[in-house]
Antibody, heavy 118, light 106 residues
């Protein structure tokens, strides 16, 4: 069974940093496309970043240069390093697995809340 | 970036009703269009991919149609568990972009 479990969210001051983790089971992060999507309180869904199976990484303009997506094959875990955090980064962050090479997000974690506030 | 415009933003319906949601892309996205359902406090759930394909395990009362710039999502007979927010999402180009959502209420 495919499972994704996010952790690492919390309250952080503007300018601070957090690292989100997405522990997976039932598949390998090494040969699957993965992504992070966020949802600000009461708002819609916003794509943040993707890491393809071949290693290519992609970022939304709003986080480029501040966030870094990565993976650990031995832990089968996806990460999102978030630096220089801003109030507008406050959201629930979801990791998700693509449906093969189709860019449909077929499996999602439960989400982890990041709050950026002084 | 490709803009996705969903309508309506909300609707009220009754159990058994046929519900239709539309999604319009700002440019041709072929059939690179997915639909998700999200319930309060939960992660989104993939219902339809590639505009018309039902994800495994999703009831057949859900369907999708369209190509190019205009797409439709239909629930043929609304069930109590279908009250939720529905989002479309394109993947013709990065950034992946979502519609603003349609809240289906009783």
């Amino acid at each position: 069974e495919v499972q994704l479990v996010e952790s690492g969210g919390g309250l952080v001051q503007p300018g601070g940093f957090l690292r989100l983790s997405c522990a997976t089971s039932g598949f390998s992060v090494s040969n699957n496309h993965m992504t992070w999507v966020r949802q600000a309180p009461g708002k819609g869904l916003e794509w943040v970043s993707s890491l393809y199976s071949g290693g290519n990484t992609f970022y939304a303009d709003s986080v480029k240069g501040r966030f870094t997506i990565s993976r650990d094959f031995s832990k089968n875990t996806l990460y999102l390093q978030m630096d220089s955090l801003r109030a507008e980064d406050t959201a629930v962050y979801y990791c998700a697995k693509y449906l093969g090479v189709i860019q449909a997000l077929a499996h999602w974690g439960q989400g982890t809340l990041v709050t950026v506030s002084s | 970036d490709i803009q996705m415009t969903q309508s309506p933003s909300s609707l009220s319906a009754s159990v058994g009703d046929r519900v239709t949601i539309t999604c319009q892309a700002s440019q041709d996205i072929y059939n690179y269009l997915n639909w998700y359902q999200q319930k309060p406090g939960k992660a989104p759930k993939l219902l339809i991919y590639d505009a018309t394909n039902l994800q495994t395990g999703v009831p057949s009362r859900f369907s999708g149609s369209g190509s190019g710039t205009d797409f439709t999502f239909t629930i043929s007979s609304l069930q109590p568990e279908d009250f939720a927010i529905y989002y479309c999402q394109q993947y013709e180009n990065l950034p992946l972009t979502f519609g603003g959502g349609t809240k289906v209420e009783i």
